[in-house]
């Protein structure tokens, strides 16, 4: 009965699980806090490893182990492989400029033709373009750049060098500058972006084995969160994930790339050799939990007051761009209240208008997903704010489809131990890990309609600001 380890260095905090290899069944876990802000120095992500394999009980007896980290995030290493500065993280919107001017560069569609995505403020290649024009000292001094998870598996596996920096598909697939479809870096993208082409992590396959640690473990490839997420739920062809995390995500798996000139879908690949097409809004469980602040409450009474107001909040809708918006791409935007009548202003419709808000984002991501032919057999509702009553019985309806809410559990940091596992076991397909799914009950999607309806409204209207 190996053991296998999987790492979630996630934006808040490094969360470590030990599994059992065969049938992913728990045995110990461990967890450390990260600092908060949109840039962070990364030898905090180590130490808060570090931190939470202790809290796990150590990795002695654990044979192999792989790191799911955070999308998008710069780090840049000199040529002995020491930080140049801070990381700017996924939610760092100061490069916002940098990807409109990408983006005008080239135009929408031959960046989606590229590579799978149009850029954002979030992707790593407008990060380049931002640090060549604001910090150049810095820039002159990076030899090597990559991805949080990247950064923690070159130190796990020890050798120093930037030169032997990996990476996976998923993870890449995220940077808007590798492309799913030819498999390979687009150096010219990076050149235009950065003005030189740094050194690039070498790109591995699904379950490549990376190295093999000082103290004896098999090191996987490791992946982004999401493509973690995805394999720890174990979905496949026709599941859709909508997650509600510090940022809301709808993503499914995929046989075939997408590209969406229009920037709403991010065509990214997943950690098995197939796709991960991927919507994504900055604006989820905070929604959540500043509504309930603001309400002088908690989230429990804010579960409580939205289950006393009618679908449709009386007419209220909340457009939830409290920290900007990636999808829309609305970066400078601040969140708006709408249709304030005398008989609506209640706390009971203001929390019921939070939760509508987000869904409905979320909502718009499937319709996306949809019009570029992704099946929706079953949606698996994810993340903290999934737990809330208040979201389950409004996400069928709003969602139009049949929706299951898998037993609370740490996905990310299990997709990479699954990962770790198959890894570990050289065998063709990933060992098979059961997930407890609950499903809600189906809701009325007429109820919502005047919902999603104003919620668009509001949208456009904040378009055309």
Known sequence: MPLVAGVDSSTQSCKVVVRDADTGAPVRDGQAEHPSGTQVDPRHWWTALHTA?????????????????????????????????????????????????????????????????????????AKLRWLAEFDPDSAARTAAVCLPHDYLTWRLAGSGDPARVTTDRGDASGTGYWSPRSSRYREDLVERAFGSVPHLPRVCGPAEPVATTAGGLTLG???????????????????????LGTSGTVFAVGRQPVSDPAGDIAGFCDATGRFLPLVCTLNAARVLSSTAAMLGTDLDGLNR????????????????????????????????????????????????????????GLADGLDRLRE????????????????????????????????????????????????????????????????????????????????????RKARERMHSV
């Open 53 to 125: 394999v202790d809290r796990a009980g150590g990795l002695d007896d654990v044979a192999a182990v792989s790191v799911a980290g955070q999308q998008h995030g710069l780090v840049c290493l000199d040529e002995d492989g020491e930080i140049v500065r801070t990381a700017s993280l996924w939610n760092d919107l100061a490069p916002a400029a940098a990807a409109d001017e990408l983006t005008a560069e080239l135009g929408p569609q031959q960046w989606a033709e590229a590579v799978g995505s149009v850029p954002r403020a979030s992707f790593t290649v």
């Open 221 to 243: 490839p490791g992946t982004g969160d999401n493509m973690g997420a995805a394999l720890g739920l174990g979905i496949g062809p026709g599941d859709v994930v909508v997650s």
């Open 305 to 360: 007051l939205a289950g006393q107001a009618e679908p449709g909040a009386g007419g209220l809708t909340l457009l939830p761009y409290l920290e900007g918006e990636r999808t829309p791409n609305l970066p400078d935007a601040a969140g708006t209240i709408t249709g304030l009548r005398t008989t609506n202003m209640t706390p009971a419709n203001l929390a019921r208008a939070a939760v509508e808000g987000m869904l409905c």
């Open 372 to 455: 570029y032919g992704v099946a929706i057999n079953r949606v698996l509702l994810t993340g903290g704010a999934a737990r809330s009553p208040a979201v389950q019985q409004a996400a069928p309806a709003l969602f139009d489809a049949d929706v299951e809410v898998p037993t609370v559990d740490e996905y990310v940091a299990i997709g990479a131990a699954r990962q770790a596992a198959w890894t570990l076991s050289g065998a063709q397909e990933p060992p098979h890990w059961d997930v407890v799914r609950t499903r809600l009950p189906a809701g009325d999607p007429a109820a919502v309609r005047p919902a999603r309806e104003s919620y």
